[in-house]
């Protein structure tokens, strides 16, 4: 038989105390009613006894119990047995009010991920001062440290595209699991937002905050790892504001150079754009190109016609751009035809900027050794076809006929080419 398909699951983290939840499921489906949207209201205990049953069962709910331990896991086990198109995940304990969940649903076309947040303006977190303290301490140190664009993420308390969250891979089993899901959404190229919500609590749950802080701080080294990998569909944007000044320098001498060479060459065929900010100041109708969705997802949020496909294989006619752009790409690929196809797509006379390593520089070579050791995540050995100067002037210009009007170096290292295309008339 078919399962049920719901507009919205609400996932209920309970602990041993029914009291917890009990009295608040009339409140839920009153306000879900109110919606008119077909739902589900799925608890996720531990261990439930005969009363519980009942009372989940009188308030048409599921009840599901985890098989691990954790409150991972149990957010997990109702995320999975979950069949709504959204998902929202809130605890047990009265503190996620039930009238917001309203303001939640609301917000499920703004991002693929909202957080009802405590420490954003209008947002408000009455709760034991202690606790306040230590709470906003975590989030600022662990935001700031995993650079993630968000001021509350350790509330639990979300809406969730379900095709986002439930593709998503993680091994967290304990209160980390708020963390590194945000994490690996980010990494993947989805929105995240935050809306305010006023947070009441008179517990100071400082066993909690403990658990927490332990759990975060023994993953932090594995989540920093994923988050400044080269696999983060933002790698690229986050890196202009990189707190490393070296490599902020380098990002921001590429987007002042090849944004002054776009300048006046009509629209332009970004191949291999990855989550640069060049993508937005493409010039109108420009297309950005790269075989990863989770880049051009992210990619999106610059404005641009956005297109999947493969630098051997450029799903575009022949000669159909003035202007084709292609930054620090062609070094991450075996040479085969990449050549080639810019040249296919590129009009006659059109303008070709490309940017790669120069291998034949020291310099290049020296900042490639200590890249390799300052941050090997991010370089990972990635570029596998060493180009110099004198191999692509012999290529374009020697063989193809192309004029080249402009060098630049960015410390030496980074070669950046603007190439002329010749005329047919000249060929």
């Known amino acids: 038989m078919n399962k049920q398909h719901y507009d919205l699951s609400i996932v209920i983290v309970a602990n041993e105390d029914a009291s917890n939840f009990t009295d608040s499921l009339p409140q839920i489906h009153s306000t879900l009613s109110s919606l008119s949207i077909l739902y589900e209201i799925i608890i996720v205990l531990r261990h439930a006894d005969e009363y519980i049953r009942n009372i989940v069962q009188q308030n048409n709910c599921i009840l599901l119990v985890p098989t691990n331990t954790g409150y991972g896991n149990s957010i997990l086990t109702g995320i ?20 917001f969940l309203k303001e939640l649903w609301s917000a499920r076309d703004t991002a693929d991920v909202v957080v009802a947040s405590r420490y954003i303006t209008n947002g408000q977190a009455k709760m034991p001062a202690m606790r306040k303290v230590l709470s906003r301490l975590l989030n600022l140190v662990f935001s700031r440290g995993l650079d993630l664009p968000l001021h509350d993420m350790s509330s639990g308390f979300r809406l969730y595209k379900s095709y986002v969250i439930k593709k998503n891979s993680t091994t967290s089993n ?16 989805y929105k995240i937002s935050e809306i305010p919500y006023m947070y009441k609590s008179n517990d100071p749950a400082y066993w909690r905050m403990i658990q927490f ?11 920093w790892k994923l988050r400044n990998s080269i696999a983060s569909a933002d790698y690229d944007a986050r890196a ?80 159909s751009f003035p202007c084709v752009l292609c930054s620090q790409v062609i070094e991450h690929v075996p040479r085969a035809n990449v050549l080639d196809e810019l040249d296919r797509v590129l009009q006659s006379n059109g303008y070709l900027i490309l940017g790669t390593p120069d291998y034949a520089k020291w310099e290049w070579n020296v900042i490639e050794w200590l890249y390799k050791i300052l941050l090997p995540q991010a370089y990972a050995d990635e570029h596998i076809t060493h180009y110099t100067f004198q191999e692509l002037f012999d290529e374009f210009v020697t063989k193809r006929g192309y004029r080249l009007e402009t ?21």
């Not at 999975?80 to 009238?99: F, L, P, R, Y």
């Not at 304990?174 to 190229?189: H, K, N, W, Y």
């Not at 944004?259 to 989550?275: A, I, P």
């Not at 630049?408 to 060929?427: A, V």
Request: aromatic content about 8%.
């Open 80 to 99: 999975h047995h979950s069949t709504g198109n959204h998902i929202i995940t809130m605890d047990a304990d009265q503190t996620h009010s039930v009238n």
């Open 240 to 319: 202009y504001n990189a707190m490393m000044p070296p490599q902020r320098y380098w990002q921001r001498q590429r987007y002042e150079h090849i944004t002054g060479m776009l300048n006046g060459k009509g629209r332009c065929l970004d191949v291999g754009c990855g989550s640069s900010r060049i993508i937005g100041a493409l010039p109108e109708q420009s297309v950005a190109l790269d075989i990863l969705f989770r880049k051009l997802r992210y990619a999106r949020r610059f404005g641009q016609a956005t297109v999947q496909g493969s630098i051997f294989d450029l799903p575009v006619p022949d000669e």
């Open 174 to 189: 304990s209160f980390d699991i708020l963390q590194e899901v945000l994490v690996r959404i980010l990494m993947e190229g």
């Open 407 to 427: 060098t630049k170096y960015i410390l030496q290292g980074e070669l950046i080419l603007g190439l002329r295309k010749p005329s047919r008339n000249q060929t």
């Open 213 to 223: 802080g332990i759990a975060y701080i023994g993953t932090f080294s594995r989540l």
